[in-house]
């Protein structure tokens, strides 16, 4: 089945570019496009896409309080994954979406096949978007969030080794290589970490990792 998308823009060229570059790919379905964040909530309520592309500076209702009320009424089944799309990618608004559930971000300007990829990606779950400008963006508000400690017995040694890694924004297959486990053991300490920390994907859990003190951030450059 073709995943279905949800283009939220309130520049028309920007949606009808985007939609018209994912309907191309023979495996993603856009089922609709909205101008601004209320709109979004209504037909993300209607159409229940799997992912859902929106901007974060929109009238009306911006994107980040979009992204929350979609994610916290969605009752039909599974919530769909949020890429936020920003043209900057140290925009503050990004940080606060992913607190609030959004999968990961997007620029604006970036290629056809890396948006159609970041979908993909995104749908399936096992990957966060962008990890080198997520895990800067996260750092750098993290130095100025209140670290609230781990309890020690929620995770297992292992699984806090491998909550790090996905801080770093590592692969499922890199966290292997990284720990010399199996591919299929690493899904499964991960799927556990959220689990067990009541998160929604890796997005949240590296926010997570750098709030509760499993990661610390660096030092700015």
Known sequence: MAITVM?????EM???G???LL???PDLQVVGQAGNGAEAVELAAALTPDVILMDVRMPVLDGLAAT???LADFTPGEPPRVVMLTTFDLDDYVYAALRAGASGFLLKHS????????VRVVAAGDALLAPSVTRRLVEDFARAQPVVPLA???LTPRETDVLRLVARGLSNRQIADELVLAEQTVKTHVSNILT??????RAQAVVYAYESGVVVPGPRH
């Open 7 to 11: 283009v939220v823009d309130d520049q």
């Open 14 to 16: 920007v949606r009808a």
């Open 18 to 20: 985007f939609g018209a």
């Open 23 to 25: 309907d191309a790919q």
């Open 68 to 70: 929350r009320q979609i």
């Open 111 to 118: 290629t056809p096949d890396e948006l159609a990829a970041a």
């Open 152 to 154: 020690p017995a929620r």
């Open 196 to 201: 067990k920390l009541d998160l929604r994907d």
